[in-house]
């Protein structure tokens, strides 16, 4: 998982959201409201809700266009746990909680790298 959590508040422009993201190279950002998590925005969330639709991404606040409700699992979750939620929500990203306190997001990209890293550790005993 990446042990960072990076967010926006859900007042913000899209424009700004994209922003952040390629600054801190990132493909989402948590949406956040009143210092809570309500929803991820996503570069594909950006291109179909956004630009495919012609709205304006500096009118268009993150909150109108993304993904809620927000899909979390526990930071001691197994890796097979969080894929198969993955799979059954057919969503990309899930955001890493310890109680109510984000502590990071897991991609596909995250589970194929551990599920890689397992595997070669396993081919070597």
């Known amino acids: 998982m990446t042990p960072s959590v990076i967010s926006v508040e859900a007042s913000s422009s899209v424009r700004d959201a994209a922003q952040v993201m390629i600054e801190r190279g990132v493909g989402s950002v948590i949406v956040m409201e009143a210092g809570r ?3 991820i925005l996503t570069e594909r969330d950006v291109l179909r809700r956004v630009v495919v639709k012609g709205l304006d991404p500096v009118k ?3 909150g109108e266009v993304m993904s809620s409700p927000l899909v979390t699992v526990r930071a001691d979750a197994y890796m097979i746990d969080a894929s198969r939620l993955m799979a059954q ?3 990309r990203r899930l955001l890493v909680v310890e109680g109510d306190k984000p502590v990071g997001v897991v991609t596909e990209k995250d589970l194929l790298r551990g599920l890689t890293k397992y595997l070669t550790l396993g081919l070597r005993v």
Do not use: E, Q, Y
């Open 60 to 62: 268009t606040k993150v």
């Open 89 to 91: 929500r057919d969503i």
């Open 37 to 39: 998590p309500v929803g």
